[in-house]
């Protein structure tokens, strides 16, 4: 009875530890016992005539301490050694020399003994817990994980995963038109485990090409099963995306295998990232042609390689410029991250081919400008050269110092 008592007083005092969110029961007991043989080894001097008895499926231990019966009188040591006359009462039959094991319970040891044993406990706990995290994430850095928006704040998000540690997603790893509100269910890539003051710091990012790479390998099947390979990703987040992949079998197409048949793999993607525009190029080491796919949707007339200084200058029509750089220069800027070439595009003035439409030209001629050329029937830049200036003064109300300047501006573009 003395024993069931104790046992279950050992319980009741650490119950709170037993059940340790994502600490199994085995790991559990084992830190327990190692506490408790720290205790006693710091009471008795020593722990090897203690025999812990660990109970995983029940979730206790029992302490047991073994010591040697001596004639009354010859005690030395009373922690290895028992009298005769006191082992008798936990043992008739006892006799001297014999080894006597004798159960300790919790009322054995003092309130500040327990006290020091649930700190060291919650202690090693605590240490346990961040070792795990940090283990447990540091294999993940690269991974897509799902979490539960709990708290919002201006510079970061705070988010729970299925077993409810914390993790940060920082504005600066989100994409600009992510908004989000407690309890939302968001996808991110783990970008690294930090630790600040000894804290494993979990940090997401939803920007980084790694993400976009991670939704591809879910979407597109021969992507994770490597029989296409993603050679490069860039990104400005929330605009534009290009990705270069490439496949060695020559019966797969990479793109179309990217995109799915009517962008039934690459929608998702989209949605996911706040409707990025995501270019999907085939690789190629022949770099004329890498740059010329890198610039889509813009159609290039020509390419011009400077290997040494890892230069091009790419050549278009007029009205495939503003294609080529693309809204806020997106275009331009990441066809050059992609290729590793720093790239200049010119307008294409093959006089023999070439005509240039009035319109392009709105950032150096004034629109109502143009509309009275247009009036006439001069739609292009050579159809306004064509025509003898005094000619222009007539047909149209505009100035000859005007007209001038438009036969100037128009001319330099086929100089």
């Given at each position: 009875m003395a024993k069931q008592e104790g046992k279950m007083s050992l319980i009741s005092t650490f119950q709170e530890f037993?059940?340790?969110k994502n600490i199994d029961r085995e790991t559990m007991m084992r830190?327990?016992?190692?506490?408790?043989?720290h205790m006693l080894i710091k009471r008795f001097?020593?722990?090897?005539?203690f025999d812990i008895i660990v109970n995983i499926d029940k979730g206790d231990l029992e302490i047991w301490r073994n010591r040697e019966v001596v004639e009354d009188g010859n005690l030395e040591d009373d922690n290895l050694e028992i009298e005769y006359s006191?082992?008798?009462?936990?043992?008739?039959?006892?006799?001297?020399?014999?080894?006597?094991s004798e159960e300790m319970h919790m009322a054995d040891f003092g309130r500040r003994e327990i006290l020091t044993i649930r700190q060291n406990l919650a202690a090693k706990i605590q240490e346990l817990e961040k070792d795990t995290i940090y283990k447990k994430y540091s294999a993940k850095i690269g991974e897509i994980i799902s979490g539960e928006v709990y708290q919002v704040w201006k510079r970061e998000v705070l988010i729970l995963d299925e077993e409810y540690y914390e993790l940060i997603l920082p504005k600066s790893e989100q994409i600009p038109s992510d908004f989000y509100r407690k309890g939302d269910v968001i996808k991110a890539v783990v970008s690294k485990v930090d630790l600040r003051n000894n804290n494993p710091v979990i940090i997401l990012s939803r920007t980084s090409p790694v993400f976009l790479e991670k939704l591809f390998e879910q979407e597109v099947p021969e992507v994770y099963d490597g029989l296409i390979?993603?050679?490069?990703i860039v990104r400005a987040p929330g605009e534009r995306a290009k990705i270069a992949v490439e496949s060695y079998d020559d019966r797969i197409d990479p793109v179309g295998a990217c995109v799915g048949i009517?962008?039934?793999?690459?929608?998702?993607?989209?949605?996911?990232?706040?409707?990025?525009?995501i270019d999907v190029i085939n690789y190629t080491t022949n770099a004329s042609l890498y740059i010329t796919r890198s610039l889509s949707p813009a159609k290039l007339s020509s390419v011009t390689i400077d290997e040494e200084n890892m230069k091009a200058d790419v050549y278009l029509k007029p009205d495939q410029v503003s294609l080529a750089i693309g809204k806020g220069g997106h275009n331009i800027k990441l066809a050059g991250k992609l290729t590793g070439y720093e790239i200049d595009v010119y307008r294409d003035t093959d006089t023999d081919t070439e005509d240039v439409a009035l319109a392009?030209?709105?950032?150096?001629?004034?629109?109502w400008i143009i509309d009275e050329l247009k009036s006439i029937g001069c739609d292009t830049a050579k159809s306004v050269?064509?025509?003898?200036?005094?000619?222009?003064?007539?047909?149209?109300?505009?100035?000859?110092e005007t007209i001038n300047e438009v036969i100037r501006i128009l001319g330099s573009e086929f100089e």
């Open positions: 037993k059940e340790f830190i327990l016992e190692d506490v408790f043989r001097g020593t722990d090897e005539n006191k082992a008798i009462k936990i043992e008739p039959d006892y006799e001297v020399g014999e080894e006597v390979t993603i050679k490069n009517k962008g039934s793999r690459i929608h998702g993607i989209v949605r996911e990232l706040k409707n990025e525009n392009d030209f709105n950032d150096e001629i004034d629109q050269l064509a025509i003898p200036i005094d000619e222009l003064v007539t047909r149209t109300d505009l100035e000859e």
